[in-house]
């Protein structure tokens, strides 16, 4: 879907028209594409712990212009603050207004990203005061970012390191076009674990991945962004999808699966099929999910309990059946398909909000249940993003929910894909259990 007054006011004379007006002025985000350089401009990276000094090592290993300390007026592609020997809340100024002195001199579409640890492992009231303090400062500054430029963090608990596999893929994501929408967000790097890939323009190579409700919209476009990044595809959509569905897997050499999710059986039949056409299953995106909006005063039990089955029961039968299969044991990943709406509750949404914050919470308890294997499941949560689904809303209400966030413009079905695609990934493979939210910051619940 197109965006028409974000591509009016992105240049020119709508630029200034809106800029006198005070109206809002959303900017093109540069988003990723094949061969793209990572980041444009230099990369200060600042911070006097040995993990800023490492870091820097390993930007330049990638043939990055990386500065340690800023050169005035010069612009930036980057920042990358390093805060991962926090004590006390008084060791946030020195770096915090440090970093400061050089925001005016951020490019369009820059980066700006922390590196630090959860407060909850601080071990002093003093030292998580500092961490948590962190993520006001954080979230706030994402907020005041123009141009299309975004604040995001990563966090490492005790024991991992800032140059973790998981950790440098985070900060890849993040610097990248992949991490357009993303903004105001947190990743924690759990463990140790992952594996940067050979080639990063096809980190999937080698993986069988399927994609629930693919032949449309978010589906699809998670299907495409899968397959570019090397995955060999499994499609599944209803019948009633049919046409669709083959058509979506056509276009990324894939096979497809015409299959109702809320089926007993449906876990069994997504296996035996990738076992039987591609020897092995990989990764099981979770993204099939349905609405059914009415207030809760006029809800009744076929909108409430088709949503929840759909939604919820669907993924706890199948992730049953992939936990108990002998074929889902290789390093499996596991990505669901949340919501904002999950998060801060949506008027009308009662039943899917429950259902995508129940996604949320399976996750959750999922995580260690994988880990066993060398596994991850982890969520992306959506905001508003450009669909056939969000085309159909009144336009005054569309463009509030465009609006309402610190980028002032709706996501792209690619942007929910870019996330999905990096956390299917083996270098994520020390981030498990997390909720990575693609909503632009949205203002609500973000």
Same mark, same amino acid.
């Given at each position: 879907?197109?965006?028409?007054?974000?591509?009016?006011?992105s240049?020119g004379?709508?630029?200034?028209?809106?800029?006198?007006?005070?109206?809002?002025?959303?900017?093109?985000?540069?988003?990723?594409?094949?061969?793209?350089?990572l980041?444009?401009?230099?990369? $200060?990276?600042?911070?006097?712990?040995?993990?800023?000094?490492?870091?820097a090592?390993?930007?330049?290993?990638?043939?990055?212009?990386?500065?340690?300390?800023?050169?005035?007026?010069?612009?930036?592609?980057?920042?990358? $603050?390093?805060?991962?020997?926090?004590?006390?809340?008084?060791?946030?100024?020195?770096?915090?207004?440090?970093?400061?002195?050089?925001?005016?001199?951020?490019?369009?579409?820059?980066r700006?990203?922390?590196?630090?640890?959860?407060?909850?492992?601080?071990?002093?009231?003093?030292?998580?005061? =500092?961490?948590?303090?962190?993520?006001?400062?954080?979230? #706030?500054?994402?907020?005041?970012?123009?141009?299309?430029?975004?604040?995001?963090?990563?966090?490492?608990p005790?024991?991992?390191?800032?140059?973790?596999? #998981?950790?440098?893929?985070?900060?890849?994501?993040?610097?990248?076009?992949?991490?357009?929408?993303?903004?105001?967000?947190?990743?924690?790097?759990?463990?140790?674990? +992952?594996?940067?890939?050979?080639?990063?323009?096809k980190?999937? =190579? +080698?993986?069988?991945?399927?994609?629930?409700?693919?032949?449309?919209?978010?589906?699809?476009?998670?299907?495409?962004?899968?397959?570019?990044?090397?995955?060999?595809?499994?499609?599944?959509?209803?019948?009633?999808?049919?046409?669709?569905?083959?058509?979506?897997?056509?276009?990324?050499?894939g096979?497809?699966?015409?299959?109702?999710i809320?089926?007993?059986?449906? +876990?069994?039949?997504? !296996?035996?099929?990738?076992?039987?056409?591609?020897?092995?299953?990989?990764?099981?995106?979770?993204?099939?999910?349905?609405?059914?909006?009415? @207030? $809760?005063?006029?809800?009744?039990?076929s909108?409430?309990?088709s949503?929840?089955?759909?939604?919820?029961?669907?993924?706890?039968r199948?992730?049953?059946? @992939?936990?108990?299969?002998?074929?889902?044991?290789? #390093?499996?990943?596991i990505?669901?398909?949340?919501?904002?709406?999950?998060?801060a509750?949506?008027?009308?949404?009662?039943?899917?909000?429950?259902?995508?914050?129940?996604v949320? +919470?399976?996750?959750?308890?999922t995580a260690?249940?994988?880990?066993?294997?060398?596994?991850?499941?982890?969520?992306v949560?959506?905001?508003? !993003?450009?669909t056939?689904?969000?085309?159909r809303?009144?336009?005054?209400?569309?463009?509030?929910g465009r609006?309402?966030?610190?980028?002032q413009?709706?996501?792209?079905?690619?942007?929910?894909?870019? =996330?999905?695609?990096?956390?299917?990934?083996?270098?994520?493979?020390?981030?498990?259990?997390?909720?990575?939210r693609?909503?632009?910051?949205?203002?609500v619940?973000?």
């Amino acid at each position: 879907m197109t965006d028409k007054y974000t591509q009016l006011v992105s240049h020119g004379l709508g630029r200034n028209v809106a800029r006198k007006l005070g109206l809002p002025q959303p900017a093109l985000l540069r988003r990723y594409k094949p061969g793209q350089a990572l980041i444009s401009g230099p990369i $200060l990276v600042q911070g006097a712990s040995a993990g800023a000094e490492e870091l820097a090592a390993i930007l330049l290993s990638w043939d990055l212009d990386v500065r340690r300390h800023a050169v005035p007026r010069e612009k930036l592609g980057a920042i990358i $603050l390093v805060m991962d020997e926090l004590a006390g809340p008084e060791d946030l100024e020195k770096p915090v207004l440090s970093a400061a002195s050089s925001l005016r001199d951020l490019a369009p579409s820059a980066r700006f990203i922390t590196v630090s640890r959860p407060a909850d492992g601080a071990g002093t009231p003093s030292g998580a005061a =500092a961490r948590q303090g962190v993520d006001g400062f954080l979230r #706030s500054l994402a907020k005041e970012l123009r141009a299309g430029a975004t604040a995001n963090g990563i966090l490492l608990p005790e024991g991992v390191s800032a140059t973790s596999p #998981s950790a440098v893929a985070a900060l890849r994501f993040f610097l990248s076009g992949r991490s357009a929408f993303v903004d105001g967000q947190f990743l924690t790097v759990s463990t140790a674990e +992952g594996r940067l890939p050979s080639d990063f323009e096809k980190p999937l =190579a +080698g993986k069988v991945a399927v994609v629930t409700g693919a032949a449309r919209g978010i589906g699809a476009a998670i299907a495409r962004t899968l397959y570019r990044d090397g995955a060999t595809l499994v499609l599944v959509d209803v019948p009633a999808a049919g046409d669709h569905l083959a058509g979506v897997a056509n276009e990324v050499h894939g096979t497809a699966l015409q299959l109702d999710i809320s089926r007993e059986d449906a +876990g069994q039949r997504i !296996i035996d099929h990738a076992v039987q056409r591609h020897g092995h299953l990989d990764i099981v995106v979770h993204n099939a999910g349905i609405t059914r909006d009415k @207030l $809760l005063a006029n809800m009744d039990h076929s909108r409430w309990s088709s949503v929840l089955n759909v939604n919820i029961a669907a993924q706890l039968r199948i992730n049953q059946a @992939l936990m108990a299969s002998e074929h889902f044991r290789d #390093s499996p990943r596991i990505v669901s398909v949340a919501s904002t709406s999950g998060i801060a509750g949506n008027r009308g949404q009662t039943n899917y909000a429950a259902s995508k914050a129940g996604v949320m +919470g399976l996750v959750r308890a999922t995580a260690p249940l994988l880990a066993h294997h060398g596994g991850t499941i982890n969520a992306v949560a959506p905001g508003f !993003i450009e669909t056939e689904m969000t085309a159909r809303i009144p336009l005054a209400l569309r463009e509030v929910g465009r609006r309402l966030n610190s980028l002032q413009q709706g996501g792209q079905p690619a942007d929910v894909a870019e =996330a999905i695609a990096f956390l299917a990934s083996d270098a994520a493979g020390g981030i498990n259990g997390t909720v990575l939210r693609v909503c632009g910051q949205n203002v609500v619940g973000a």
